[in-house]
């Protein structure tokens, strides 16, 4: 079985900062690309990172770009999310996702994603 596990969440103060990661356990898989996305109650899950091992590339939501980070390791599995001046708004579930299908290139669709983390708690506080 495959797995995924986040974690780094926490309460934290807008303004603040905040690491996330995601690793993989389980039986062993390639991935093409591994994301971030995000759920606020009563929202529809968010796009915010994707990291893209074959061509390097790395993709950010528009809410988040410029704020977070995404860095990962290659054949590991591995992902984490770096999230600086935090806001309120960014108070969600974060998900971590791994796409295992190499023409799924669309990382910023989570039906694309085949493996999925169950999320840690980001709150942002005023």
């Known amino acids: 079985q495959v797995q995924l596990a986040e974690s780094g969440g926490g309460l934290v103060q807008a303004g603040a900062s905040l690491r996330l990661s995601c690793t993989s356990s389980?039986?062993?898989?390639?991935?093409?690309?591994m994301g971030w996305f995000r759920q606020a109650p009563g929202k529809e899950r968010e796009f915010v990172a994707a990291?893209?091992?074959?061509?390097?590339?790395?993709f950010y939501g528009d809410s988040v770009r410029g704020r977070f980070t995404i860095s990962g390791v290659k054949g590991e599995n591995t992902v984490t999310l770096q999230m600086n001046r935090l806001k309120q708004d960014d108070t969600a579930v974060y998900y971590c996702?791994?796409?295992?299908?190499?023409?799924?290139?669309?990382?910023?669709?989570?039906?694309?994603?085949?493996?999925w983390g169950q999320g840690t708690q980001v709150t942002v506080s005023s």
């Open positions: 996702a791994a796409v295992t299908n190499l023409w799924s290139n669309d990382y910023y669709k989570a039906e694309n994603y085949a493996v």
């Open positions: 389980g039986r062993t898989f390639m991935s093409y690309a």
């Open positions: 990291t893209n091992w074959v061509a390097g590339g790395t």
